[in-house]
């Protein structure tokens, strides 16, 4: 029987990660390679165009388009304020108040036309900065674009999660990994913190750690009704990570209240008071990307594992299935055919066999699986 592979998720105490942080348009980079960085420690900067604005000439001064220009008292690159004389008429008659026409914005005066009799002001840049994200160091550079930055941390991997990027330090909220994180849990003084709860999480313990200000929530587990109470809206689960929200959750095992893995509360137990960086940003198409919690410089020492190692399916791997009907669940490889197996759809794959936490035995193609790796 050949070697079969698939993607980790990743629960380790000591591993060393990479993260790309790129700006979305040609910037700057403003750290060199060796740099030490905080996460919120500027690495790149790129500066937006500013809006253009357009700005009435000819119809407040009364006069053709063509012949606007030449009552202007700015030229074209000149920095203007809102309120600013731009170009002013001749007195009616030697007695009447000479028209004006004064800017609306602030900006600089980038054209003008003589067709319409209308200048463009376009409003001051808008600046973009990309930050590290993570306590490291920069690995690499990206020019003109970004860098790469590199730590030594310990990181939990989701299977779900909302909300974007956060820092806090992470408390324990309950005791037990099978205990559901609830507003009781939730303490005032849990603003800028990362909660971590156990088989899952309440639509009031959410709705409480937002109103304290809390960083986000960590557990087994979550309600789709609850998460659709919080957002406000239903959401599917291809894409996420760029939600209007002020908290980012993340879950460790699947939807409804399931029980954290062992030894991933026990990790986060471990590390309570550290800080952490915080991406509920979930990916499950193509070009997967999971929710993430990395906890920079662990107590732990020795030889770090490295990231994206290639993990090798065999019988007694420990699996989580990523597709329905059996989103979330746990479950130990038993038997991987060799042959490809006809799915409804036509498709030709290889599956596998595999006993859930249940002890039902299923058949599922290996695409939609992952290994839970531990470091």
């Known amino acids: 029987m050949g070697s079969a592979y698939t993607p980790g998720l990743t629960v380790s105490g000591d591993i060393v990660v990479r993260r790309t942080r790129r700006l979305p ?15 919120s420690t500027p690495i790149a900067r790129a500066l937006l165009p500013g809006n253009l604005q357009t700005l009435r000439i000819a119809d407040p001064l009364g006069v053709e388009p063509k ?35 004064n800017s609306e914005h602030t900006g600089t005066l980038e054209s003008f036309s003589e067709i319409t009799g209308n200048a463009l002001i376009r409003e001051p840049s808008i600046p973009i900065d990309m930050n590290a994200y993570i306590k490291g160091k920069v690995a690499e550079i990206l020019p003109e674009e970004g860098a790469i930055i590199e730590t030594r941390c310990a990181m939990v991997q989701g299977i779900f999660g909302v909300g974007g990027e956060r820092q806090g330090v992470l408390r324990q909220a309950v005791a037990t990994a099978d205990e559901v994180i ?20 309440t639509a009031a313990a959410i709705k409480r750690a937002s109103d304290v200000g809390a960083a986000g929530i960590i557990a087994g587990g979550l309600k789709d009704s609850d998460l659709i109470e919080f957002l406000g809206y239903d959401i599917g689960v291809a894409i996420t990570g760029s939600e209007k929200i002020n908290l980012t959750l993340m879950v460790t095992e699947g939807f409804g209240f399931l029980p954290m893995a062992a030894r991933t509360f026990e990790l986060l137990a471990s590390l309570e008071g550290h800080d952490c960086s915080i991406n509920g940003a979930t990916q499950i198409r193509a070009g997967v990307i999971r929710p993430e919690l990395i906890v ?31 989103f979330g669940l ?36 290996r695409a939609n699986v992952e290994i839970i790796a531990a470091g």
């Open 25 to 39: 348009i040609k910037g700057e980079v403003l750290v060199g390679i060796g740099d030490s960085v905080e996460p």
């Open 296 to 326: 920079p410089e662990p107590r732990t020492t020795g030889e770090a594992s490295q990231e994206a190692k290639v993990l090798s399916l065999n019988i007694g791997t420990q699996i989580r299935v990523i597709r329905e009907p059996y």
């Open 67 to 101: 012949d606007a220009q030449a009552f202007m008292v700015v030229k074209v690159g000149d920095h203007v304020e809102k309120g600013d004389l731009v170009a002013t008429g001749k007195k009616l008659f030697g007695i009447f108040k000479a028209p004006v026409a």
């Open 182 to 201: 609830d507003e009781k849990h939730i303490l005032d003084t849990d603003a800028g913190k990362i909660l971590v709860g156990g088989a899952g999480m």
């Open 330 to 365: 746990l479950a130990s490889v038993t038997d991987l055919p060799p042959e490809l197996v006809t799915l409804d759809s036509g498709t030709h794959v290889r599956v596998l066999r595999a006993k859930l936490n249940s002890g039902e035995e299923v058949t599922v193609p």
